[in-house]
């Protein structure tokens, strides 16, 4: 089954302690993105990434850092979080050529105290 | 730098009553995309327009695209419970690879039985 995966679904974890979420895909699709969704604030792209080893900021980089080892993950990477990173956070993936569908993954909410 | 707008932000309708969301871009599009989030889910694409002046229908929703490719219509005739949910309008992002999406902060459709 085509699909895009996250882990974890759930995460309540405290200011200043790293963590990672993972995203993979089992589309061979080249493009990937994070995003956060914050009531009232649509969906905010937070990374993109075009192929492996290439990335580039999107509207809300600040505090998050991301890497594309293989083509098919994409982790997002929290450092140091705060807790206005408390959010929900979707990865999504997409073909290329003259779609521009993204496919997204289940969410994974994060809570930090 | 470019927006994507949508209106309105909620809608309240009556079983049966129509439902139409307007999307605005400040820039002109190369195509734009609809997504619909069923509550607690990840968003799911609905359709891709690329036309000028396109009209697209899917059972009871229609898509249009306008003449300047700088906006688009949902609409739905005769709402249903099923409807429920949050509906994105997404386009290219300006000056970015493809797949690099911006999306409208969506408009939040509830349907009273």
């Known amino acids: 089954e085509a699909q895009v995966t996250q882990n974890p679904r759930y995460l309540i974890t405290v200011t200043g302690k790293k963590l990672t979420v993972t995203c993979s895909q089992n589309?061979?699709?080249?493009?990937m993105s994070w995003y956060r969704q914050d009531p009232g604030l649509g969906l905010r792209q937070i990374y993109y990434?075009?192929?492996?080893?290439?990335?580039d900021k999107g509207d809300v980089p600040e505090g998050y850092k991301v890497s594309r080892k293989e083509k098919r993950n994409f982790p997002l990477i929290l450092e140091s979080p705060s807790p206005n990173q408390t959010s929900l956070y979707f990865c999504?993936?997409?073909?290329?050529?003259?779609?521009?569908?993204?496919?997204f993954g289940p969410g994974t909410r994060l809570t930090v105290t | 730098g470019q927006q994507v707008m949508q209106i309105p932000q909620y809608q309240h309708v009556q079983e049966g009553e129509d439902f139409t969301t307007y999307c605005n871009s400040s820039?002109?599009?190369?195509?734009i995309q609809w997504y619909k989030q069923r509550p607690g889910g990840h968003p799911v694409f609905l359709i891709q327009?690329?036309?000028?002046?396109e009209v697209k229908k899917q059972k009871r929703l229609t898509f249009q695209f306008g003449e300047a490719k700088k906006n688009s219509s949902l609409h739905i005739t005769a709402t249903q419970t099923t409807d429920v949910g949050t509906y994105f309008c997404?386009?290219?992002?300006?000056?970015?690879?493809?797949?690099?999406?911006?999306f409208g902060k969506g408009t939040k459709l509830s349907v009273k039985p």
């Open positions: 997404a386009g290219p992002r300006y000056g970015g690879s493809q797949g690099n999406l911006i």
């Open positions: 589309m061979n699709h080249e493009y």
């Open positions: 990434s075009m192929n492996v080893e290439v990335t």
């Open positions: 327009l690329v036309k000028s002046g």
């Open positions: 999504a993936s997409s073909l290329g050529g003259d779609s521009y569908e993204q496919y």
């Open positions: 820039t002109t599009l190369s195509n």
